[in-house]
């Protein structure tokens, strides 16, 4: 199974860190990062009841550390987008879904929750790979950080082991550069630029591309570059297609 961490960004109450950590050990996982948390005290152990060397285990961290560490980060949301044209928070998909994606994967998954009372921030949803929300009662959709973190592992609990290597997380972000410098060259209009490499970062993230597959896009991509530079009008060579692609 994957390698899979709890990450607290910016918890506000030391009880719901303590209730994450005894959550997290209900279903059999143990790591827990704190990112920019409160100060953690007595209520947070008698919170955490035997799942204290959790609590104690947990390790505090800054979000770049736990995006640079990370294969898949997944972002959770209680507010999702309400159309697939704004892709900051879609597409999305539920626990048991994001189950599905990573279950046969062997890497680290990152899983954010965010302050109790905003949740991430656009910089941090745009930056995970795969958004996930909560099926909830629309008459009262918010949920206690604590209890969301119990829902996520319960949904993840006892995963198989891993059957393939994902590729990591600097050689995903060399392929977003990639594709960053391939955009100017195709002189991709600078106002679709950023939700164009938003929607590149959510396809990849549910693709959960091998080392092997980053490597042929960014092959792919080299010989369009070459042949977009010496204005190649020859045809494609077999095998490859010459068809234009359709616009966004």
């Known amino acids: 199974m994957p390698e899979i961490r709890f990450v607290l960004v910016g918890p506000l109450y030391e009880g719901n860190v303590g209730f994450a950590a005894r ?3 209900n279903f059999g996982f143990s790591r827990l990062v704190l990112v920019d948390p409160c ?3 007595d209520d947070a152990l008698a919170r955490a009841a035997h799942a204290s060397d959790v609590l104690k285990a947990a390790r505090v961290c800054s979000l770049e ?16 987008g309400k159309t697939i044209c704004h892709p900051m928070r879609m597409p999305y998909c539920s626990p ?6 990573i279950g ?4 680290t998954v990152s899983i954010l929750f965010g302050r109790e009372n905003w949740g991430l921030n656009n ?7 795969i958004v996930c929300t909560i099926p909830t009662s629309p008459d009262y959709p918010i949920l206690n950080l604590s209890h969301a973190v119990a829902i996520i592992a319960y949904e993840l609990a006892g995963l198989p082991r891993g059957e393939y290597l994902l590729a990591g997380r600097e050689q995903m972000e060399h392929l977003y550069r990639h594709i960053d410098q391939y955009l100017t060259l195709i002189n991709h209009p600078a106002f679709k630029r950023e939700g164009t ?10 693709a959960r ?40």
């Open 96 to 101: 048991r879904e994001l189950r599905e994606m």
């Open 39 to 41: 100060p953690l005290g």
């Open 123 to 129: 910089e941090e949803m745009r930056r995970s790979d």
């Open 65 to 80: 550390e736990v995006f640079s560490e990370s294969d898949i980060t997944v972002a959770t949301t209680g507010e999702v």
């Open 209 to 248: 591309l091998t080392a092997r597959e980053a490597s042929t896009l960014h092959g792919l991509m080299r010989r369009s570059e070459w042949h977009i530079r010496h204005d190649v009008r020859t045809e494609c060579p077999p095998g490859e297609d010459d068809s234009g692609d359709a616009d966004e």
């Open 104 to 107: 046969d994967v062997a890497g």
């Open 197 to 206: 490499m938003l929607m590149m970062r959510r396809i990849f993230g549910r």
């Open 23 to 25: 959550a997290i050990k």
